[in-house]
């Protein structure tokens, strides 16, 4: 996976975080629906009577996964700024208002479209 972030050229904004998030809230939903059917957890930290130390970890898993997501756009980050400095990202240019790279090929062929 770390190969797909370093090597592909697709920006990752930072409003995507919202997927990750939204993804935490169901699967969390889906435990609650596994234990109203089963009555065990999915996990033993996910169970209510243990007390407030269960809260803890459901809050605890929504931040680790929101944390993974920044460090995850960082190596993005990382990733454009090193090729920016060694020359190989010369012939795109970014634009910041809609988060998607447009090589100079592109640019030049919808100049002469328009």
């Not at 904004?13 to 935490?24: E, K």
């Not at 756009?73 to 809609?98: P, Q, Y």
Request: glycine residues 2%; hydrophobic residues 60%.
């Amino acid at each position: 996976m770390i190969f797909d972030v370093i090597l592909n050229r697709m920006k990752l904004p930072i409003r995507m975080v919202i997927f990750p998030l939204l993804t935490i809230v169901f699967y969390m939903l889906l435990a609650f629906v596994i234990y109203a059917v089963n009555h065990r957890w999915v996990y033993p930290f996910l169970d209510w009577y243990q007390g407030p130390s269960a809260a803890i970890w459901y809050f605890a898993v929504g931040i680790i996964c929101v944390i993974a997501f920044f460090i995850q756009v960082l190596i993005h980050w990382l990733r454009d700024f090193v090729a920016r400095k060694t020359g190989k990202m010369s012939n795109v240019e970014i634009t910041d208002d809609k988060d998607i790279a447009v090589t100079k090929l592109e640019v030049d062929n919808a100049s002469s479209i328009a």
